[in-house]
């Protein structure tokens, strides 16, 4: 089962070699997603009371955790493939794209997608690695899909600060391993999870404390927490939106699900202060970064890849408080964003192909001009600032309630005041963007047929997820209770 | 409720409406034998009202039922005054139909009344009169609230006849400081309510500085009578309120026939000596630019302010 | 004799990545990188045959293989159709960088003496070396400009890294080693592959070129 | 939907028992928990009032604004979630409601940017403001629900007491800030003039009539029932802040020339009047003189709601105007009173009513207010004795201004002459219009002359404050209304009987003794002019320039002069131009600066991401570095 997972979103990826990128087989890709999706709801039925599925010994291995990653996985991947149909032939038939690349996005789309996967349902954190690292080297050529100077620019950030930062979690994972070695006599070096959980109060402090800060670090710079997101906002604007939704809405935060196995290691090893702090810190410089850039944004892909940053923050925050409220807010931050981010982004690239340009200055009247596409952008950029009745809001307010009852009301403060920064910028942005007469007349041809599907699908799903969770709540619950017991 | 204190509500009513233009008569009398004229007799308004009342009703073009409501409203508002105050005697049985706050907001809403329809015609006298007084209304309003306050400190009650009670039952209360500040303070605000010197000269027609008389330039006939009519009674009203605020000794406290006569004789008695006072002292004034009333009026604000913290500092009459 | 030896090949590696940062010579520095595979080599084997494991044997030839043969192989060819073969001057100047390659061995050396503490042996002696290699290394990565030398700049951080990899854990499972070292190859080869687009697109490898994106 | 509202706050206010209702499965994490306690059904009664109304109206209306469907879909979400927040009774039920509130009023105010860059710059600053009041009121009412550890206002309120007093003055503080942002307390207000006029006309009567209400709501809700009162300085702000509002509000309503924006201010200046009688309230708690606490606060709900009654009426009646002549800018208008008969008159009775006049309602509040004032500055409590008679003389001040600017906004706004095309060619509104102002100038008239028609369910209310008042502050007996302790009597009901009557009696002896029956059009006095055009008249800014001038040290209006001279002789111009106009000194000096810093800074943090790969390792090598230092 589990690794039919693993293996499942590769059919589209066989499918390509075979016969190239066509419209087929990108709906191929996206009836494997809904398979995926499926997958991902039969494994939640099994795994929501607390259970945890193997597979092949201790190789793959499935916890509630798991499951409700799998299933942000699959619905960011159904919508962003539905709306991968169009993209890539509005991108064909407009001269943007030569058949060569569009293969090689079919082919590495599923490859990422199933890295991911792979991450997610690895029992081994060495094989999460594998499979994270996996992932970059799977986007890389998708940010650098337009193949011109800024998108090459794009990829060598994105490959050198990314490989650089995950080589350091690799040598965060060495160290873990080199703990669990000496534990007591006959301990063995072991990454696999739930034996490491096992060891994990035996683990000498000193070794986990610098273990834990290398894992920060390198996951942190997938995650895109400040210092190391640098690569983010490039890699983000560049690839084509399809891949910006999957890479903002779920890489991240599968990066995210590394951070908080690592997570409940290190606090049953040191106790929770140490990995607090280390991730308060994080969390305020992302939020500081986010906002001090979004005010002065002109790029609206790049505007969103600064949100991302800005909503790791807050997750970063989450996990720092680290109750079990905190931690299913997390979790439903991760799905919301996921939602959001996807929306946003597939928005984005509809707006490009209709408009042209990536800058914010370029792009007027939207709402006047595409209503679907400028009210779908709109809504979704509410949604990311936190309006109700979207999910991020009540995410978020769970982390503030979360944040305050654990005594961190300074930080959470703190963090919330930031928002404000985010909000005013976002807010100046999308006015100009969106609102107003339509000043000129639309000159390209109008986006291709259903692309509005996905789009109103994510938002519906978002503001159901903001109303009620009840489906998934258990789901959460015990995902929740494997972080913060 | 018995026959006596409707007729004390009836003998008020008469009295304001009959009394207004005399008063006013009286204080026109006595400004021209002090400049050395004979002046009009005093009955010389009421004169004037009736020849007003026998004319054409004219209304000015333009003009909607604001013009033609105001100056009922005007009239209606001090005949209600005029049924709550207490002027002849304490013992009225509307006394708590209004209170002080009640009064001042009756006479706002004349003035209010009275302003737009300054502005119904669209001339521009009518809305440069409009413009000033509200201007003057808007400033005097606070000064008049405030001393209504530091009357009502003293008493610990709003209502006419508790404060008249009070001073009637204890007289160092009005002879204090707070009584004098309180007592300047209406002063001016009279003058300023009442259009006369140095706010506003009645008498004048000169554009540039009328107040009242520009909002009711376009009156004629039967409607400038009763707006005639009611701008005296304004007078009479302030002026009777005045007196028995701060000098309430010999109202009647019953309502009994000879009682009401006697508090009756002694409010006209009052009254005119307010009267000789007013022209005595609008003798010896010159009207204020426009621009300058509003120094008067925030002086009259301060003094009242002064008024109503000291009282509620010395602890006045509790 | 075990314990000299190691301490050899660590030396080895650390100094190497200190002269990696002083050579400004493209090809000079891809040999560098090569002794530096070397000397890991070296330690995978000294492990290996010291501890009778087969499975490090089997590492040290693949690293053997990777980093003193694919790799330098792969770098040195692109080097050669390079138009200058010398990097341009880096952002800081040599002599500082030396002194601050000194200052981050020390700061290694003292972050990571608890490490050691943990299970002092010969091995574990070289964690703080590879902690050295690793930040001596990315220290390079900061102060180059060339793409080629970032390249190589990564690959001697991950030399570090795979030191320390090589002597903290004893039998981390094979499959993870090997699927680490594939990654990085590909990782490689990803980079190469950029560097030469690089080249066609900006006519130069200078990564100064790359800031069309910003804010 | 507003029936409803005002059902369930009837309802509740009659029988003095909460609705209860949970919904544990919406909203994630939380629950929504409702419970409708008389407090909160005042709002809410006084919100289904407005939405009555301005549902109403909307549906003549929609064909001027609202033209998208999903615009229409939004207006009763909006209305909806402002009938909601008043019942909620948890932390998260309440923000998730006053958050809609804000989200749906934004998209609201947005829904004219098509036609004008003012209302696409005012959704911003309300956006952001509104977003400022909640990141203050997440924080205040988080913190607080950490600090007793538990969410609904129950466990907050059993709570409350046992958090220490810092806490509780940081907790009052947001919330205040939160709150106020929300009421248009300055110097918070800056959204309010801006937004308020540019979203559509009855969804503006909405804004400004119940929701900025909603802020009083939460400060009454939090600083009086969670909180249970607190020192005497929270009054003392609370009473400066209100004070300050009112006067503030009422000069640069008297000074505006759009008629929205004059509407505007007006509640900002009526939310300082509430917040005047709310903190003295607090003032007065703190010293246990309960009594008169009650009034006060009674004075408060009242004006609330009557506030929202004059206020949404006149707003209809700006949007009737709008409707009609295209234009809100009163030096534009005139003589609509006879082209618009029925939106005149009823546009009138708001403006009567809001100036405190009696018979309306507005006078019945202002007399309450006026009376606990006044008696809180004669009780034996020290500071009040000098903040009472200054707040009485603040409140004075207020209303004589705000009689002078409605006397300008109707006088020249519905009177006089048509000064541009649009208003001499105006249309009155269709019948729901008509209806809904009706609907609300009924609702003034009532309330101004029989008070008594709610006073059990105002005292139901007050009592539900939970600040110890127990017994009725409010009274009618025999048609005369009692308050409390106070002395001071009064009955609405007979000013408006005698008022009524004189009125008659003159007109009865009128028609008796006047000779002349009909009246004869004549033409205006014109001094000698043969002419009288509308160019003659006084205009809105010139009514006001008298008083402008009183105030200029407050208001500093800019004036400029252009004046070009003819080619021939500099003696002689050729055009002469005035600018003249009154600036908003607060968010000159207060937020112009801010936003001067917040743009500085984000062009300066532009910098942190250059480009730069090496910068951007450097990052990240320094933060390695830094964290093998902490980990040793």
């Known amino acids: 089962m589990l690794l039919t997972l693993v293996l499942l979103p590769i059919l589209p990826a066989l499918a390509t070699a075979a016969f190239g990128w066509r419209p087929s087989v990108a709906w191929l890709a996206v009836a494997d997603a809904a398979c995926l999706l499926a997958g991902g709801i039969w494994l939640a039925v099994g795994v929501v009371d607390g259970d945890t599925a193997y597979f092949g010994g201790h190789v793959l291995r499935a916890d509630a955790l798991s499951a409700f990653m799998v299933l942000v996985i699959a619905t960011v991947a159904l919508l962003a493939s539905w709306s991968a149909v169009g993209y890539i032939r509005t991108e064909i038939a407009d001269g943007h794209t030569t058949a060569g690349a569009a293969r090689l996005f079919g082919l590495l789309v599923p490859a990422f997608i199933a890295s991911m996967v792979l991450a997610i349902l690895a029992a081994n954190l060495g094989i999460m690695w594998v499979a994270i690292e996996a992932t970059t080297i799977a986007t890389t050529f998708l940010v650098g899909h337009h193949r011109n100077r800024p998108s090459l620019e794009a990829s060598w950030k994105y490959v050198i600060i990314g490989s650089v930062g995950i080589v350091l979690a690799f040598l965060g994972t060495v160290l873990l391993s080199y703990a669990t070695q000496h534990t007591g006599p006959g301990a063995h070096s072991t990454l696999d999870w739930d034996a490491m959980r096992g060891v994990a109060r035996h683990l000498d402090p000193a070794v986990i404390r610098v273990a834990a800060v290398l894992l920060l670090l390198g996951y942190g710079t997938k995650i895109g927490l400040a210092p190391m997101h640098t690569w983010l906002p490039d890699a983000h604007s560049q690839a084509p939106a399809p891949v910006s939704a999957l890479m903002s809405g779920v890489l991240l935060s599968v990066a995210f699900y590394a951070l908080l196995r690592i997570k409940v290691i290190v606090d049953l090893a040191l106790g929770p202060t140490f990995l607090r702090n280390l991730l308060v810190v994080a969390a305020l410089l992302s939020l500081v970064v986010a906002a001090s850039l979004l005010i002065a944004q002109r790029d609206y892909k790049r505007l969103l890849a600064y949100s991302s940053i800005e909503h790791m923050g807050l997750m970063a925050l989450a996990a720092a408080i680290g109750t079990p409220l905190a931690i299913a807010a997390l979790l439903l931050h991760i799905l919301a964003h996921a939602l959001g981010k996807t929306v946003a982004f597939l928005c984005s690239g509809e707006i490009l192909l209709a408009e042209g340009t990536t800058r914010i200055a370029g792009v007027h009247g939207l709402l006047a001009r595409r209503p679907l596409v400028g009210g779908s952008f709109g809504l979704a950029l509410l949604a990311l600032l936190g309006f109700p009745p979207f999910g991020l809001f009540a995410s978020e307010l769970a982390i503030a309630r979360a944040g305050f009852s654990a005594n961190m009301g300074w930080v959470t403060a703190a963090a919330f005041s930031l928002l404000l920064v985010v909000v005013a910028a976002v807010l100046v942005h999308a006015r100009s963007m969106l609102l107003g007469e339509a000043d000129t007349p639309s000159v390209s041809p109008t986006s291709a047929r259903g692309a509005g599907v996905p789009l109103v699908a994510g938002l519906v799903a978002l503001a159901v997820i903001g109303i009620t969770i009840w489906p998934i709540e258990r789901l959460i619950g015990a995902a929740a209770h494997v972080v913060a017991q | 409720m018995n026959p006596g204190r409707i007729g004390a509500v009836v003998i008020q009513i008469v009295f304001v409406v009959g009394a207004a233009p005399l008063l006013a008569g009286l204080i026109r009398q006595v400004r021209a034998r002090l400049e050395g004229r004979v002046g009009p007799p005093i009955v010389q308004p009421w004169r004037d009202l009736r020849k007003l009342w026998r004319k054409e009703r004219i209304a000015p073009e333009h003009t909607s039922w604001v013009f033609l409501t105001a100056p009922l409203v005007l009239v209606a508002s001090s005949v209600v005054i005029a049924m709550i105050v207490p002027l002849v005697t304490v013992a009225l049985p509307l006394d708590e139909v209004g209170d002080l706050f009640a009064v001042v907001s009756l006479l706002l809403l004349g003035t209010v009344f009275l302003a737009l329809a300054g502005l119904d015609p669209g001339t521009a006298f009518g809305g440069m009169g409009a413009s000033r007084e509200m201007t003057v209304a808007a400033l005097a309003e606070p000064t008049l609230l405030l001393a209504v306050t530091a009357l009502a400190a003293r008493a610990g009650s709003t209502n006419l006849a508790a404060i008249v009670n009070a001073a009637l039952d204890r007289p160092s209360v009005v002879l204090s400081a707070q009584g004098v500040f309180a007592l300047v303070a209406l002063g001016i605000v009279t003058l300023a309510e009442c259009a006369r010197l140095p706010v506003d000269n009645p008498s004048t027609h000169l554009e540039l500085t009328m107040i009242h008389e520009a909002m009711v330039l376009e009156y004629a006939g039967p409607d400038l009578a009763l707006v005639e009519l009611a701008a005296s009674m304004r007078l009479l009203l302030f002026g009777a309120l005045l007196a028995n605020l701060f000098a309430p000794w010999g109202i009647a406290t019953g309502t009994g026939v000879v009682e009401m006569l006697a508090g009756t004789v002694v409010l006209g008695m009052k009254l005119v000596l307010l009267g000789a006072f007013l022209g005595v002292f609008e003798v010896f004034v010159a009207k204020l630019r426009l621009f300058r009333v509003p120094e008067l009026l925030a002086v009259s604000f301060v003094v009242a302010l002064v008024a109503v913290t000291a009282s509620a500092f010395l602890g006045g009459g509790r | 004799m075990y314990s000299q030896l190691l301490g050899l090949a660590g030396g080895v590696a650390l100094v190497a990545a200190v002269l990696a940062l002083w050579r400004r010579s493209l090809l000079a520095i891809v040999r560098i990188l090569a002794v530096q595979g070397l000397a890991i080599a070296a330690v995978a084997l000294l492990l290996g045959v010291h501890h009778h494991e087969v499975a490090e044997l089997i590492v040290a030839a693949g690293v053997l293989v990777l980093k003193v043969g694919v790799i330098p192989m792969v770098l040195s060819r692109v080097v050669r159709d390079a138009p200058n073969q010398r990097d341009t001057q880096p952002s800081i100047n040599t002599a500082t960088a030396l002194v601050a390659a000194a200052v981050l061995t020390v700061i290694a050396f003292g972050a990571t003496r608890r490490l050691v503490d943990l299970a002092p042996s010969p091995e574990s002696e070289l964690i703080p070396v590879g902690f050295a290699i690793v930040l001596v290394a990315f220290f390079g990565l900061v102060a180059r400009r060339n793409a080629l030398t970032q390249l190589v700049g990564f690959l001697l951080l991950e030399n570090g890294i795979a030191l320390v990899a090589l002597v903290a854990t004893a039998r981390v499972s094979l499959v993870v080693e090997l699927g680490a070292a594939l990654d990085l190859l590909l990782a490689v080869l990803v980079l190469q592959v950029l560097t030469s687009r690089m080249r066609s697109k900006f006519g130069a490898l200078d990564l100064d070129r790359l800031t069309e994106l910003s804010d | ?632």
């Open chain 4, 1 to 632: 939907m507003g029936a409803a509202g005002i059902g369930a706050g009837l309802g509740v206010l009659g029988s003095g028992k909460p609705i209860v209702a949970e919904f544990p499965e919406l909203l994630p994490f939380a629950g929504i928990t409702i419970r409708l306690d008389p407090l909160g059904a005042w709002f809410t009664l006084t919100a289904g009032l407005i939405v009555v109304a301005a549902s109403l109206y909307g549906i003549g209306y929609a064909d001027h604004a609202l033209r998208t469907r999903a615009i229409q879909a939004i207006f009763p979400l909006f209305c909806l979630s402002l009938l909601l927040v008043p019942a909620a009774s948890s932390v998260s039920t309440f923000l998730v409601f006053w958050e809609l509130m804000a989200l749906t009023s934004l998209l609201l105010v947005a829904t004219e940017h098509r036609e004008r860059a003012s209302a696409r710059s005012a959704a911003v600053w309300y956006g952001v403001m509104t977003h400022l009041g909640f990141v203050a009121i997440l924080v205040a009412l988080a913190l607080l629900a950490g600090q007793v550890g538990g969410e609904s206002f129950a466990a907050m309120r059993a709570g409350a007491a046992h958090v220490p007093a810092g806490w509780r003055s940081v907790v009052f503080l947001l919330a205040l800030v939160g709150f106020g942002s929300k009421a248009g307390i300055v110097p918070l207000h800056v959204w309010l003039p801006r937004a308020h006029p540019e979203a559509p006309s009855h969804v503006s009567a909405l804004m400004s009539g119940v929701m900025v209400t909603l802020g009083v709501y939460g400060i009454m809700r939090v600083g009086l029932d969670i909180l249970g009162g607190g020192p005497r300085w929270w009054g003392f702000v609370v009473l400066a802040l209100g004070a300050a509002s009112a006067l503030f509000g009422i000069l640069h309503a008297l000074v505006a020339s759009d008629l929205k924006v004059l509407l505007a201010y007006s509640t900002t200046e009526n939310m300082g009047l509430v917040l005047i009688g709310v903190g003295g309230a607090m003032l007065l708690g703190a010293e246990h003189a309960t009594p008169l606490v009650g009034v006060l606060l009674a004075a408060s709900l009242l004006l609330v709601l009557n506030h929202a009654l004059f206020k949404g009426l006149l707003f209809l009646g700006a949007g009737s105007v709008l409707r009609a002549t295209g234009t809100r800018n009163l030096d534009e208008l005139g003589g609509l009173v006879r082209r618009l008969p029925v939106t005149g008159a009823l546009f009138g009775v708001g403006a009567l009513a809001i100036v405190a006049l009696p018979p309306l309602n507005g006078f019945v509040s202002e007399w309450m207010l006026f009376q606990g004032l006044v008696a809180g500055g004669g009780s034996h409590v020290a500071s009040a004795a000098v903040t009472m008679p200054l707040a009485v003389g603040v409140v004075a001040l207020t209303a004589g201004l705000a009689a002078a600017t409605f006397v300008k906004a109707f006088g020249t706004g519905f009177l006089a002459l048509p000064r541009s095309r649009g208003a001499a060619e105006a249309r009155e509104s269709p019948g729901t219009m008509l209806a809904a102002m009706g609907l609300l100038g009924l609702g003034c008239a009532a309330l101004g002359v029989a008070p008594s028609l709610l006073s059990t369910q105002l005292d139901r209310a007050v009592r539900a404050t939970g600040t110890g008042v127990l017994h009725r502050p409010v009274r009618v007996e025999g048609g005369a209304l009692h308050l409390g302790d106070v002395r001071g009597v009064m009955s609405p009901t007979f000013i408006a009987l005698l008022l009524v009557g004189s009125v008659v009696a003159v007109l009865v002896v009128m028609r008796l003794t006047i000779a002349a029956r009909d009246r004869r059009r004549a033409e205006n006095w014109g001094c000698g002019r043969a002419l009288q055009t509308s160019r003659m008249e006084y205009t809105a800014s010139s009514f006001a320039e008298p008083l402008q001038r009183v105030f200029d040290d407050v208001l500093r209006p800019d004036l400029d002069i252009d004046v070009t001279h003819a080619d021939e002789s500099r003696w002689y111009e050729r055009t002469i131009r005035l600018h003249a106009g009154v600036r908003d000194g607060i968010e000159d000096h207060v937020y112009q600066p801010v936003l001067r810093a917040y743009r500085a800074w984000g062009e300066r943090a532009r910098a942190v991401q250059n480009g730069s790969v090496h910068r951007y390792l450097a990052y990240a090598f320094v933060a390695l570095v830094v964290g093998l230092l902490v980990a040793r």
